[in-house]
T-cell receptor, first 112, second 117 residues
């Protein structure tokens, strides 16, 4: 069953703006991961945040995790047209990258 | 990062035929591979987990006789959709890891789009 729920379902912004996507989940987790999927392609792992971490950065990406609220956010700063894709959060009950439960995703459109 | 290759990337078949999709880890030994199914604008739904040399573990609701998974080597897993019907049309994605029990990084294939006429 699906665990993560992203919102918004779709987000349309202009290049240079920041994009924020949120993910909520239902059960306790070991870690939460964000993935990117270009249309009709496979998934690319972006970042993993463990349950004992609150914030993580990777380049233009910033991920936060609030285990008390069972939610996470992905912030993409200074967005580019090439960031246009679907973004999924995925939760793992165990350590590592094993069985993941994916959310429904946020479709991000960045216009030039 | 490591590369996982899926083949074919797309396939069209007639109803009633069987289709095999291959998932290969090109530069690492994949002890565990996962198969997902994704409908348009939907999330990935885990179908099964396969460990090299053992039977696949199927998720609830996934028919193991319908979706045959073989993981005969450390670099290859196959998903065979038997007697395919139009409702089996979907995007199938595999992922692979080099570690058992959830260790190791997870790498995804590019997906295989199946259309059953």
């Amino acid at each position: 069953s699906q665990q993560g729920e992203e919102d918004p379902q779709a987000l349309s912004i202009q290049e240079g703006e920041n994009a924020t996507m949120n993910c909520s989940y239902k059960t306790s987790i070991n870690n939460l991961q964000w993935y990117r999927q270009n249309s009709g392609r496979g998934l690319v792992h972006l970042i993993l945040i463990r349950s004992n971490e609150r914030e993580k950065h990777s380049g233009r990406l910033r991920v936060t995790l609030d285990t008390s609220k069972k939610s996470s956010s992905l912030l993409i700063t200074a967005s580019r047209a090439a960031d246009t894709a679907s973004y999924f959060c995925a939760t793992a009950l165990n350590s590592g990258y094993s069985t993941l439960t994916f959310g429904k995703g946020t479709m991000l459109l960045v216009s030039p | 990062g490591a590369v996982v290759s899926q083949h074919p990337s797309w396939v069209i078949c007639k109803s009633g035929t069987s289709v095999k999709i291959e998932c290969r880890s090109l530069d690492f030994q994949a002890t565990t591979m996962f198969w997902y199914r994704q409908f348009p604008k939907q999330s990935l739904m885990l179908m099964a987990t396969s460990n090299e040399g053992s039977k696949a573990t199927y998720e609830q609701g996934v028919e193991k006789d319908k979706f045959l998974i073989n993981h005969a080597s450390l670099t290859l897993s196959t998903l065979t959709v038997t007697s395919a019907h139009p409702e089996d049309s979907s995007f199938y994605i595999c992922s692979a890891t080099s570690g058992r029990a959830g260790t190791g990084e997870l790498f995804f294939g590019e997906g295989s789009r199946l259309t059953v006429l």
